[in-house]
């Protein structure tokens, strides 16, 4: 069992290592950058910076806490959020979507939601489930609103990490994507069973995948990203990769609430995985355009004409894994962050000061950013999501400095929360951070050039 476990800690190093290398690559190498995640999703002993109870501490940071979030934050200590449902094994309190209510006029803007999901392999399959949980504190504590088992997503093939989520006005219900589709969970009274219903979406065509996968010729497609118009009566889902050509679908609200299917929308123009989109102004009902990041580049819908645009200023095979458009388009790609230069144009961050190499002090403006979010009261303000930690900026992203009280781990989402703190969330679970406090910054361990 030790041989085992080596091996598949070797494995999963080496199928990393070519996610790195190969960020934004062609299909073959994003194919081994998945079958990495699987394995690293699945595995119970990748990192011992994963606690089970708040009483326990992480590998490294002497001033992280699982106390009282309030107490924590003023005492400038990151803290620990401990209080998601599921095992609390491997990787269940990380939170790989975070959504807010898109109305405009919602009763509490501060209100978010989270998905996560518990698929570690010491959990029985038959336990393992999607959570969506509210937090009405700034991400300090979260309840469970819906669990959504596993009738619904395939964990043997990439669940937990690339899910999609989005939530209808005043959250009613929630959409979510999986390899089985796209899904509409509807929360019920507490100790009732969630309701959720499959959305129409495209089917395995009799064609071979590109990659050999656990599907057959009529199964329902992976879907992957999803927006929800801010008026709650018009979806996009997007679909395939491996297992069809790269669409997008829009979708209308009937009579009887449910989404009926209008047909896939203009063929986007890539063969590449759809990572992240936004629209151009989420709180509008009818928004413009709509950006779309791919495995290799971004790209802007015209809503009223359906054509496609391709944004200038990204790299070439620069995997957009997450954007923000808040003050402007601002993207987290492979390898790099871009910042807003105009209307369908981005620059790249060529003086950021990222730490690369944690054990060391070579900085460049390299990193695998995986999600990058500004803060919409106080827009100067950005923190970025990576490979090899958490990064803030207080100049719109001219210069950053990485917060080293977190765990050795790479963090995945961030969300800003009204008092200014930062929730970020990755393999090693989840925190709050105060950065920007004026009392707190000169403690705050953090890395500069």
Not at 144 to 152: G, H, I, L
Not at 247 to 255: N, P
Not at 267 to 285: G, I, Y
Not at 316 to 332: K, T, Y
Request: glycine share 10%; hydrophobic share 35%.
């Amino acid at each position: 069992m030790a041989g085992l476990k080596r091996a598949e800690g070797v494995l999963v190093t080496a199928l990393r290592e070519t996610c790195r290398v190969a960020c934004g690559g062609r299909w073959l190498l994003i194919a081994l950058c998945l079958m990495g995640e699987i394995l690293h999703a699945q595995s119970a002993t990748r990192n011992a910076a994963v606690v089970t109870s708040s009483s326990a501490s992480v590998s490294s940071p002497s001033e992280t806490s699982g106390g009282d979030a309030k107490e924590d934050l003023d005492s400038c200590r990151v803290h620990r959020v401990m209080s998601f449902p599921g095992s609390h094994k491997f990787a269940s309190d990380f939170i790989e979507a975070i959504a807010s209510d898109p109305d405009p006029n919602a009763d509490d803007p501060d209100v978010v939601w989270g998905l996560t999901a518990d698929l570690s392999s010491e959990v029985p399959a038959r336990d393992r489930a999607l959570y969506i949980s509210k937090s009405i504190d700034a991400g300090a504590t979260w309840s469970e609103v819906a669990r959504v088992d596993s009738r619904y997503f395939d964990a043997k093939i990439g669940e937990g990490l690339r899910n999609g989520f989005s939530v209808t006005p005043g959250g009613r219900s929630f959409v979510i994507t999986t390899q089985r589709g796209a899904f509409e969970v509807f929360p019920q009274p507490s100790g009732t069973e969630s309701l959720v219903k499959a959305i129409e979406g495209p089917k395995v065509p009799p064609s071979p995948p590109k990659i050999p996968i656990n599907k057959k010729p009529g199964d329902p497609v992976r879907a992957n990203v999803v927006e929800i118009t801010a008026d709650g009566r018009r979806l996009l889902v997007g679909y395939g990769y491996f297992d069809l050509t790269p669409q997008l679908f829009s979708y209308r609200r009937d009579e009887d609430a449910s989404w009926v299917a209008e047909g896939p929308v203009a063929l986007p123009p890539t063969e590449m995985d759809l990572l992240s989109m936004e629209f151009d102004d989420p709180k509008r009902p009818h928004p413009g355009f709509l950006y779309l990041g791919t495995g290799d580049q971004v790209y802007l819908l015209n809503m009223r004409s359906m054509k496609w645009s391709r944004v200038e200023g990204v790299g070439p095979d620069s995997a957009i894994h997450g954007m923000s458009v808040v003050g402007g388009l601002h993207l987290a790609a492979c390898w790099g962050v871009y910042n807003p230069t105009g209307p369908g144009s981005v620059r790249r961050v060529t003086e950021a000061r990222f730490l690369i190499h944690r054990s060391s002090d070579e900085a460049g403006s390299n990193v695998r950013a995986y999600s990058v979010e500004v803060d919409p009261a106080r827009p100067n303000r950005q923190v970025v999501t990576a490979l090899t930690g958490v990064y803030t900026s207080e100049d719109s992203g001219e210069s950053w400095r990485r917060i080293n009280d977190l765990p050795e781990e790479e963090f995945r989402t961030a969300h800003f929360g009204g008092d200014g703190t930062i929730l970020v969330s990755g393999i090693a679970g989840t925190y709050l951070v105060n950065p920007f406090s004026e009392g707190c910054s000169p403690r705050l361990k953090v890395h500069g050039k």
